[in-house]
């Protein structure tokens, strides 16, 4: 487990994952990174939940807090959306690490991610993704 303390460690981390598409951005008054023009990732930084902000499904969501609660949370602003909130004192770094890869190539379009892998097999396995598959 890592300790994140705010945005600027949330954004480091993400950034060295070395994705193209990846930009800085501006959302509901507090930053985040979008990848592919699409809000990415984020800190929720209001007081009932100062952490870092995931989109997943809502399926997803339900397994990870109930199979990890003391990692994963979900308050009544972000429950209607699919997103989870990780503790910041608890921040799990392989799991953030695959599901910023998985996010980030389900909002890019097809025919990049096409030329994309062509180019970057040896990043696939990187990530542990297997595009054969």
């Not at 060295?16 to 699409?38: C, F, M």
């Not at 959306?81 to 190539?105: E, I, Q, T």
């Not at 990049?112 to 892998?117: N, S």
Request: charge should be negative; avoid cysteine.
């Amino acid at each position: 487990m890592t300790v994140m303390t705010g945005w600027d460690d949330l954004r480091a981390f993400a950034l060295a994952l070395d994705l193209p598409k990846v930009e800085d951005s501006i959302s509901w008054g507090n930053p985040g990174l979008k990848a592919h023009g699409k809000l990415w990732t984020w800190w929720s930084p209001q007081d009932y939940a100062d952490a870092p902000v995931f989109k997943v499904a809502p399926e997803e969501r339900d397994f990870l807090m109930e199979a990890a609660p003391e990692i994963f949370f979900i308050t009544d602003h972000h429950k209607p959306y699919g997103l989870v909130l990780m503790r910041p004192d608890r921040f799990d770094a392989d799991w953030a690490r695959s599901n910023l890869f998985k996010v980030w190539r389900q909002q890019a379009p097809k025919r990049f991610l096409k030329d994309w892998d062509a180019s970057n097999a040896h990043r696939l396995k990187e990530f542990g993704h297997d595009h054969t598959a």
